[in-house]
Structures are given as structure tokens and as C-alpha cells.
């Protein structure tokens, strides 16, 4: 580990005493295993805490639904209805199986995808542009609003950017290594593959990472990058067409709901990715810096085009007769943001670095100087002419250089926290208390009770899956008007009976659910089942809870 730290010049000893290498402290934070340890540290904690607090929304509770059948009727449900999610339902049929299905036993993948990622984009970062530059892109992919919002999500969104970080970090490897490359591409394949399995739109990255290639393109590695990218994604592809076709097949009834992107939407939906206005703007502002800087320019060229290419194939493909363009589906694109955002604050800190110490870098030849990142700048060269600093000045330039870069980053993190306690809020998911509701209905729940949720044109809201989701194990409520339930219908949704009369059995009580706080507990049923009700049940009492109605009914008085 030591060996590829910066040390400083060896320290006078006793005689006869070998003289050791000191090490500097600082170096350690960008040092292996610090250089991952922290960012992989800080997304962790950020993305644990309170991940519990928020209750689970609609896509959430399709994942519990989903992963909680039996694998045979899992199969069933995902030839009819969101193939393109059965590896990560899989996944989730077996870790709930070991750990259970909480709220935070539900989130806890996502928290631990997104603390794999943020090392990866640490280690990704420090290939291109050096060890505070990873160190930096690193932190602040961990304090990235939406990062920590889909670390606190029961969905696949945060194990595709760990897959895509992955793939980014293998590619790497694989255009650097100059001995066997064979495994880097085998690992680039297989983590591309994982990614599109857990989210087809992931794949998109291929647009990035074949521009990544072909930037590093020379005539003396060519035929070593090129046809080792080529097989790659070829298998990866092939791999993934049984989930395209599927996908297809399903497409008009799963995201018909996203609308076509216009041009200008390339630009306005950068917040909505990010999760915030403040952070665009900080991560744009410090990746322009890494674009314009000298020592950084060639390798920002690469990580722009990751970043860039995937989002226009989406946007591409999206004015189609299906769209993908949603922000939580362009997630997988924010590491590369972070890498350049990262090289950028690395470069402003050894620019300030270089002006406080006095050096001047002129167009001559002379010896080659490294920048603020630790990496050799090619244009920039210190002549025999040039200003040398005093040891007051680079005192003060180290001191600057230690500095300026933590209170970057503290700045970026002050932007942030507002939106990070946010995420935080009972309802940061979901407006609508279905805990609290099931609460209620808990409270007075008596063998026998049934229960009346709303349908029809609220049934993408899910909620009879969610308050049965947050209802203890032991209340069991029939569903009035259900013909056949969603498991046996291989679907999220239950057919309902076409004659609700007919479906009224002998419950003595029945609970009626209501979007919003309508006076009229039979607002979100059809008028036959409204009257199919009035007919037998009598209101006893209303209550509410955070935008859901939930009303007593019971019969013969």
C-alpha cells in the first residue's frame, strides 16, 4: 500500500541509522485504500440514514408484491407483465427470504449498491485524472441528492449505476493493461449485461463507453482495444435480447405513461437527474473547469462523452413509438458527471495551488511539471527562467492545496443538505399515508372485517397492496369486490367481479379506502359498487390520514 504514496524527502536519523521515507498525511486520503474507503464510506451512511423513515410508494410495492411469490408464480407474472424487472425481482425473492421484507431490509441493496458505486467512481476517477480527483468525484457522487433517494429505494435503479461504475472501471482496466486483457473485457461484459438486466435502458452506456474507445484509439493499440470492446458488448447485447423482446411485448402497457422529450429537454432535465437545481449546477460548473484545464482537458474529453453520448441514445430512442426519458431511468449516467466534476474542483485546487506558490508555466521547453492532481501536464513545463517560490510561499501553497480542495467539497455539502434532510420525510416517497391508515384500520381491525380499496382509475397508486403491506401479518381482510386476486392472475391487479352485488358476502364490517379527504367514502368506486354497499352498510365513522379517506362501514344498521 505504501509504496505508491507520496513521500517526502528522507529525514536526517541517528548515525548509522537507515533513513526512512515520511509519509504525508494528506496523501493518505487519496492513498488505496483510502481513496474508495471514504466516498464508499459517506454514501454508505448517507444512504442508511433513516432509510426506514420514508414509507414505501407504489413502485416499491410492486417490488414487495413481486419478490414475495413463489419463484413458479413469479415466472407466470413476469411472461405477462415487467420482464424487463425479473432479475431484480429474483434478487429480491431471495434476499427477502434471508432478511426479511421491511422497509429497510427492502432498501438495505440499493444503500449497499450505492456504496460500491461511489468507490468505483473513486477508483475510475483516479485512472484518469489522479488520487484527489477520485477523491473528490467520489464524495461528491455520495452527496448527490438523487443518489441518496434511490439508495432509499426498493427498486433496481441503484444496483444499475453500481452495475454501469462497474463496467466504466473495467473498461478502463482493459485499455490500460498491456499484458492479458481477456479478463477486464470478460468483467466489462458481464457487468454491461448485469446492468441491462436490472434496467434495459442501462445499456445505453455502450453509446458512452464506445466513444471512451475510441478516444483512446492509437494505430499501436487498435487492434487490441477495439476488437476486445466489439466482443464484449456483442455478448452483452446477445445476452440481453430474450429481456428486449419481452420488453417489447410489454412496452405499451408498462411506461406508455412517459411522454416523447423535446430538444430542450437535454437540458431542463439535468435537475430532476441530479435531484436539484443548486448541485447541477455546482457538478456542471466544476466540470466545465475540468475541461478547460490544460492538465485535464485530454482525459475530460473521454468522461464528456460518457456522460453525454448515453443521454442522447436515450432521447434518440425515446422518439419512437416507446420513450425511456424518465430521470430515474438516466441515473446510471451521474457517475460520469461526478468524475468530471471531481477533476475539475482537483484542478481549480492545483491552479490556486500554483498562483499562491508563484510559478509561472511558459510556452518554452523545459522540465515537465505535474499539476494539482498529481499527474504530469503535458503543456505545462517549468523553464530555467521561471519563478521559484520561497519556502514561506510554498508553505502557504501547500496549506492552500490541503485546503482548498476539503472547503470545496464542505461547500458543495452545504448546498445539499436541505435537499438530503428532505429525502428524509415520511411522505418524501409518497404523499399518501398508507402506514397511517393501516394504523387505523389495525386499531379497530375484528376477525371477519373486509376491506373496499379504491380502483378503477387509482389502481396505478397501488393502494391495496400497500395497506396490506403495512398491516400486521395476522389482520386478513377479504377483498370485497375481487374476482380473482393479482397472484392468480399472474399481474399487479385484481379483476374485480363485473357485478359487484354479487360479490357482497356476509362480512359484518367493511373498511372503504378513498384518495383525498372527500366527505363521500364511495367517491373512488364505481356507482354499482357504491350502491351495492348502501344497500346492505351503514357509515359508522371517517377518519383520515395523509391524503387517504378510510371509512367504517358496518351492516344492518
Excluded at 419463484?71 to 424487463?84: C, F, S, T, W, Y
Amino acid at each position: 500500500m505504501f509504496r505508491r504514496l507520496r513521500l517526502s524527502p528522507d529525514v536526517p536519523t541517528a548515525a548509522g541509522a537507515p533513513s526512512l521515507p515520511r509519509i504525508r498525511p494528506a496523501a493518505l486520503l487519496w492513498a488505496p485504500p483510502g481513496l474508495w474507503f471514504w466516498p464508499a464510506l459517506l454514501a454508505c451512511v448517507l444512504g442508511g440514514y433513516h432509510v426506514g423513515r420514508p414509507e414505501l410508494w407504489r413502485d416499491e410495492i410492486a417490488t414487495w408484491s413481486a419478490a414475495t411469490r413463489s419463484p413458479g408464480e413469479l415466472l407466470d407474472m413476469l411472461h405477462n407483465v415487467d420482464a424487463v424487472s425479473g432479475a431484480y425481482y429474483f434478487t429480491m425473492h431471495y434476499w427477502i427470504a434471508l432478511f426479511g421484507d421491511s422497509p429497510v431490509s427492502l432498501r438495505a441493496p440499493s444503500v449497499l449498491a450505492v456504496t460500491g458505486a461511489a468507490a468505483l467512481v473513486a477508483l475510475s476517477t483516479k485512472k484518469l485524472f489522479g488520487g484527489p480527483a477520485g477523491l473528490s468525484a467520489g464524495l461528491l457522487f455520495a452527496m448527490v441528492p438523487a443518489v441518496s433517494r434511490y439508495a432509499q429505494e426498493a427498486r433496481s435503479y441503484a444496483l444499475v449505476v453500481l452495475a454501469v461504475t462497474a463496467a466504466t472501471w473495467f473498461l478502463l482496466r482493459a485499455l490500460e493493461e498491456s499484458g492479458r486483457v481477456w479478463p477486464w473485457w470478460c468483467g466489462y461484459a458481464v457487468c454491461v449485461l448485469l446492468a441491462g438486466a436490472f434496467h434495459l435502458v442501462a445499456v445505453a452506456i455502450l453509446a458512452g463507453h464506445a466513444g471512451t474507445v475510441a478516444v483512446r484509439l492509437r494505430r499501436r493499440t487498435w487492434k487490441r482495444a477495439l476488437p476486445g470492446y466489439c466482443l464484449a458488448a456483442t455478448a452483452a447485447a446477445a445476452g440481453l435480447l430474450p429481456i428486449v423482446l419481452a420488453g417489447q411485448r410489454q412496452a405499451s402497457r408498462q411506461i406508455s405513461w412517459i411522454l416523447t422529450p423535446k430538444p430542450i429537454d437535454l437540458v431542463h432535465s439535468l435537475p430532476s437527474i441530479f435531484g436539484t437545481e443548486d448541485i447541477e449546477r455546482a457538478l456542471l460548473a466544476a466540470a466545465v473547469v475540468a475541461c478547460l484545464h490544460r492538465a485535464t482537458r485530454a482525459a475530460s474529453l473521454q468522461v464528456v462523452l460518457l456522460a453525454v453520448l448515453p443521454l442522447l441514445a436515450v432521447w434518440f430512442l425515446s422518439q419512437g413509438s416507446s420513450s425511456y426519458w424518465t430521470e430515474r431511468y438516466l441515473l446510471f449516467t451521474v457517475p460520469a458527471w461526478t468524475m468530471l466534476a471531481g477533476a475539475g474542483i482537483a484542478a481549480l485546487a492545483g491552479s490556486a495551488v500554483r498562483m499562491q506558490a508563484g510559478e509561472r508555466v511558459p510556452d518554452g521547453k523545459g522540465e515537465q511539471v505535474p499539476d494539482g492532481n498529481g499527474v504530469p501536464d503535458g503543456n505545462g513545463v517549468r523553464a530555467s527562467g521561471g519563478v521559484r517560490a520561497s519556502g514561506g510561499v510554498r508553505l502557504a501553497g501547500t496549506l492552500l492545496r490541503r485546503a482548498l480542495c476539503p472547503a470545496l467539497l464542505i461547500a458543495v455539502g452545504v448546498v445539499v443538505l436541505p435537499s438530503q434532510s428532505s429525502l428524509r420525510a415520511v411522505t418524501a416517497h409518497d404523499p399518501r399515508d398508507l402506514k397511517g391508515t393501516a394504523a387505523l384500520l389495525a386499531a379497530d381491525y375484528r376477525p371477519g372485517d373486509a376491506i373496499v380499496p379504491p380502483r378503477g382509475g387509482a389502481s396505478y397508486l397501488m393502494l391495496d397492496l400497500g395497506v396490506r403491506y403495512y398491516l400486521p401479518r395476522s389482520d386478513r381482510l377479504r377483498d370485497v369486490f375481487v374476482q380473482t386476486d393479482a397472484v392468480r392472475l399472474n399481474d399487479f391487479f385484481a379483476l374485480e367481479c363485473p357485478v359487484p352485488a354479487d360479490c357482497l358476502g356476509s362480512d359484518p364490517r367493511v373498511w372503504v379506502v378513498a384518495v383525498g379527504e372527500s366527505p363521500d367514502p364511495y367517491a373512488d368506486l364505481s356507482p354499482a359498487q357504491a350502491e351495492a354497499l348502501k344497500s346492505r352498510y351503514t357509515p359508522v365513522r371517517t377518519s383520515h390520514a395523509g391524503g387517504l379517506t378510510l371509512t367504517l362501514l358496518a351492516r344492518g344498521q
